[in-house]
């Protein structure tokens, strides 16, 4: 397991009272609803200073632990490419 997704396992952990957490499971059935989503935003861009733009902030995007990785690895390499242009 990665960095990032170890550090999202944590920011939803503190969100949800599951005492498993899945990377593969629905954050909605471990009990996250609307408002905890927009707390684990605020917290993935504060923990990995990113942005999250948007036309990102789709449910699709934030369905499980590893669809939210993918999300900030994408957005990421997005920055660290125009860094570095």
């Known amino acids: ?3 990032i997704t170890e550090k999202i396992i944590i920011i939803v952990g503190e969100n949800t009272e599951e ?3 899945d990377i593969d499971a629905s954050l909605f059935n471990m009990g996250i609803d609307s408002m905890n989503l927009l ?4 917290e993935i861009e ?5 942005r999250i733009p948007d036309e990102e902030l789709l449910l699709s995007n934030f369905e499980t632990i590893e669809q939210i990785g993918n999300l900030v690895k994408r957005i990421k390499d997005d920055e660290n490419g125009k ?3």
């Open 83 to 85: 860094s570095n242009e």
């Open 19 to 21: 005492k498993s957490i």
């Open 46 to 50: 504060n923990c990995f200073s990113i």
């Open 39 to 42: 707390h684990i935003v605020n």
């Open 1 to 3: 397991m990665d960095e």
